[in-house]
């Protein structure tokens, strides 16, 4: 790829969430570079309540006087009229290119003490808004045969977050979401990826010391954003971590792992117990070959394999 300046002239974005943090950034870069932004932010507090149309207004003025750009505030809540947030972007620009699921809030509180009411509000806006806003724009994109979205995961979904329980089921739920639409999307050159950040913003600012917290403007993480959803990438499926100026790519990893023979009696607790070293060993190859999966396995080889035990 060339190092070309990165255009998004005429190209329709929606950010959810954008009247601040990550999400303001996204819609500044993509208006200063041409873009046609859809502001969507509910304006609540941090855990979700409230609304105010003064978040989503101010960027819009801002990418307005500021940039000259084009860009339209929308208030709804992603997980309560998700697809009026997608119309918005039809009715004001005739087209849906590029989805940023941005919008989020968080409830935390150790799991012993979380309430099913807890956990449910931040699957909503999360996963749910993600879903909504995603399904509207899905028969668009289809039907042009250009989409480019991503799901904003987390690295508490990845690896697990202290206090965090509804807000990492959450967001590992957006990347199995990113990953099957990125199947179904290909064909149709929807491509789908996940983005698991650290940055400063109000869900950070009061649980990362002030040095840190420092490092981690938001700025540095709307350039891989722009990158993957740019008409020429063609990067999908993936997922990438990014903090401070790092950006990398996480991926799984299969142990090599133990077939056992067919024979039922070979399949007992004891006989784990007695491989669990080559079920666990990630040193050496696994049964398919396939030690970075992103599909399902073929399993054929591995029953050719067993028969012959
Ligand atoms: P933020 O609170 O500044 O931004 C989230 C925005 O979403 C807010 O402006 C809020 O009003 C809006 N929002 C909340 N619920 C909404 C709803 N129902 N409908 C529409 N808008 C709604 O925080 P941020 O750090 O900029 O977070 C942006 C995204 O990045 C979130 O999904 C967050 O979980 C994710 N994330 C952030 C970090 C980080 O370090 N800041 C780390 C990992 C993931």
Redesign the pocket.
């Known amino acids: 790829m060339s190092s070309q300046q990165l255009s998004f002239k005429d190209q329709v974005v929606v950010v ?9 950034v996204y819609a500044l870069e993509y208006a200063k570079r041409g873009a046609k932004v859809v502001v ?5 507090t ?1 855990g ?1 309540s409230g609304q105010n149309s003064k ?1 989503a207004d101010v960027v819009v003025d801002e990418i307005k006087s500021k940039y000259n750009g084009t860009a339209v505030a929308n208030y ?5 009229n998700g697809a009026n947030i997608i119309k918005t972007a039809i009715d004001n620009f005739g087209k849906i290119d590029i989805l940023i699921n ?5 409830r935390d509180v150790s799991f012993n003490k979380m309430s099913e009411k807890e956990f449910q509000a931040v699957i909503d ?2 996963l749910n ?1 993600a879903f909504q806003l995603t399904h509207a724009a899905w028969p668009y994109m289809k039907a042009q045969k250009f989409g480019r979205i991503i799901n ?5 979904g990845l690896f697990g977050n202290f206090g965090q329980a509804n ?1 990492s089921a959450a ?1 590992l739920g957006l990347v199995g979401l990113a990953e099957t639409l990125a199947k179904e999307g290909f064909k149709y050159n929807i491509l789908v990826n996940s983005i ?9 600012e009061n649980v990362l010391p002030p040095h840190i917290l420092k490092q ?1 403007g ?1 700025e540095k993480i709307a350039p891989l954003v722009l990158f993957l959803t740019h008409h020429s990438t063609k990067v999908t499926n993936s997922i990438f971590e990014l ?1 401070a100026g790092f950006y990398g790519q996480i991926r799984w990893e299969r142990s090599s792992g133990q077939i056992f023979n067919p024979n039922v009696n070979s399949f007992t607790p004891e006989a784990i117990l007695n491989k669990w070293d080559a079920i666990t060993d990630f040193n050496d190859k696994p049964f398919n070959k396939t030690q970075h999966p992103n599909q399902l396995s073929d399993y054929n080889d591995l029953i050719t394999k067993a028969k012959k035990l």
Do not use: F
Not at 152 to 156: L, R
């Open positions: 959810t969430g954008a009247g601040g943090g990550l999400g303001k969507n932010d509910l304006g609540g941090l979700g978040a709804d809540s992603v997980n309560e941005n919008a989020g809030i968080l806006v999360h808004g904003t995961a987390s690295p508490a807000y967001k698991a950040p650290l940055a400063r913003s109000r869900m950070t981690l938001p903090a």
